[in-house]
Nanobody, 123 residues
Framework: QVRLVESGGGSVQTGGSLRLSCAPAEYTDSTYCMAWFRRAPGRGREVVATINGDGATTSADSVKGRFTISKDNAKNILYLQMNSLRPEDTAMYYC?????????????????WGQGTQVTVYT
């Protein structure tokens, strides 16, 4: 129902930074929950960070203090600022949308997905 497009991935050295962006292909309600997930080879999608319809955010313990999720409601763009990147952050990163004000940590709770953007962190 909703198509999302991610951008901003790339290859960086340990300790570097990247800023991911996600833009819906069409208008979406700004009160919907949005989230960032990531998937490494051989693993399922795991939640990275969420932002609910009220602007409240959550972050996975593995990225807390390093990653920040935010949303530009005027431009309808979701961001993930990633600092102090580590090799274990290497994964395909996806943005997702859930048609509810509240968020969820399970990937199956989200209906709209982007195609992903690759993040690679080298030593």
């Amino acid at each position: 129902q909703v198509r999302l497009v991610e951008s901003g991935g790339g290859s960086v050295q340990t300790g570097g930074s990247l800023r991911l962006s996600c833009a819906p292909a069409e208008y979406t309600d700004s009160t919907y929950c949005m989230a960032w997930f990531r998937r490494a080879p051989g693993r399922g999608r795991e939640v990275v960070a969420t932002i609910n319809g009220d602007g409240a955010t959550t972050s996975a313990d593995s990225v807390k203090g390093r990653f920040t999720i935010s949303k530009d409601n005027a431009k309808n763009i979701l961001y993930l600022q990633m600092n102090s990147l580590r090799p274990e952050d290497t994964a395909m990163y996806y943005c997702a949308l859930r048609k509810d004000r509240s968020c969820h940590t399970a990937a199956l709770a989200y209906l709209g997905w982007g195609q992903g953007t690759q993040v690679t962190v080298y030593t």
